[in-house]
């Protein structure tokens, strides 16, 4: 499976299993000494999981290595394993 096919199945698991919608997805570089790149997820969440993350991280823009801002109805993730988005957004369930 290719990196393309890899990042498709996880919007995929995403979108299903939180029931919420990827608005953009793609790699940014964090290091060019050591070409290190971090996963940006851009999500519009239910109603329900936004007032969580404001609930549980209140005043927070950082937690289980994973670090989001806010952008009107979105949520903007960044981490360098996927997996963390995954595990901070079970958090919110």
Not at 31 to 38: E, Q, V
């Amino acid at each position: 499976m290719d990196e393309q096919n890899a990042l498709t199945g996880f919007i995929e698991i995403l979108e299903r299993r939180y029931d919420l919608k990827v608005v953009d997805s793609h790699y940014i570089k964090i290091d060019d000494k050591y070409d290190t790149y971090n996963m940006m997820l851009d999500l519009k969440l239910s109603e329900s999981m936004m007032n969580q993350l404001k609930i549980k991280y209140p005043e927070m823009d950082a937690a289980n290595h994973v670090a989001w801002s806010f952008f009107k109805d979105r949520v903007r993730f960044y981490a360098e394993v996927g997996n963390n988005i995954l595990l901070l957004l079970d958090t919110l369930k």
